[in-house]
């Protein structure tokens, strides 16, 4: 296995179990221990990882989102699943918005192949924009407001003023979190109003949302999931569950 691929490995254990250690990736991926060490030194100078005793934390909490580079190193395959299954949705002569993120931006990647008629897209996220704006057929609009570092997109009031005098066909949402009582949250209290705002501003409302943001918390609740009207995940629903997203009448597009 390649350096880069055992690292891209450790960063998924630890977006799976927020800690990793030593040993344990040593009999994984049958290196030694020496070999991991040097892979979570560079994953720290990187400023991706924290390294601990015996191993490495996330860089990560509650009150902290991961960083942009971090998120779009992790669960690729599985953001590009779902960026291809949202594809579809999208049409020409739409408005849409694209919520900042790394799958959205997987998305982005997608519809800058595509050819479009006169289709409005609206973001606040700045790699999304730069993607797209050179893509005939496009009208692309970037939200203003304060720029996030971590995330690198817009949001604050500035943002939020601006969603409100629009409106959208379909909005792509993405999170940080969805509580096991099905509360999508974020760190970040700039964000919320944003996300709100397009809610209020879209016909339907899409979230992306891959299998690691299940299960976990944030500081900040933004909506419930049944505010949704589709919900794109690799995330694999219990028969029970499934049933709550059918009661709810949220269409569960499973990739």
């Not at 015996?54 to 590009?80: C, D, F, M, P, Q």
């Not at 949402?173 to 999508?184: E, N, V």
């Not at 879209?202 to 505010?227: G, Q, R, T």
Request: overall charge negative; charged content about 25%; glycine content about 4%.
């Amino acid at each position: 296995m390649l350096p880069a691929e055992r690292r891209q490995f450790i960063l998924n254990e630890l977006y799976k179990n927020k800690a990793v250690t030593v040993n344990d990736l040593a009999q994984q991926l049958d290196v030694t221990t020496m070999t991991i060490r040097r892979d979570l030194q560079h994953l720290e100078e990187g400023g991706l990882v924290e390294k601990s005793h015996g191993g490495a934390v996330l860089v990560e909490s509650s009150v902290k989102e991961a960083t942009y580079r971090n998120r779009k190193l992790v669960h690729i395959e599985e953001k590009r699943r779902m960026a291809a299954a949202a594809l579809p949705l999208i049409e020409s002569s739409m408005s849409i918005y694209l919520d900042a993120g790394t799958t959205n931006f997987e998305l982005a990647e997608l519809m800058a192949k595509q050819r479009w008629d006169n289709l409005t897209v609206v973001t606040n996220d700045l790699a999304i924009a730069q993607v797209l704006t050179p893509v005939m057929g496009l009208y692309v609009i970037l939200l203003g407001g304060h720029i996030d570092v971590e995330s690198s997109s817009t949001c604050g009031v500035l943002a939020t003023n601006m969603v409100r005098a629009m409106h959208f066909d379909i909005c792509f949402l993405g999170t940080q979190a969805i509580t096991p009582d099905w509360r999508i949250m974020t760190a970040n209290a700039e964000k919320i109003d944003v996300k709100r705002a397009c809610l209020q501003a879209s016909d339907k409302v899409v979230l992306l949302a891959d299998h690691s943001k299940f299960k976990k918390h944030k500081l900040y609740y933004i909506l419930d999931l049944w505010d949704m009207d589709v919900l794109v995940s690799d995330y694999q629903a219990s028969a029970e569950e499934a049933s709550l997203f059918e009661e709810h009448q949220v269409q569960f597009i499973r990739v």
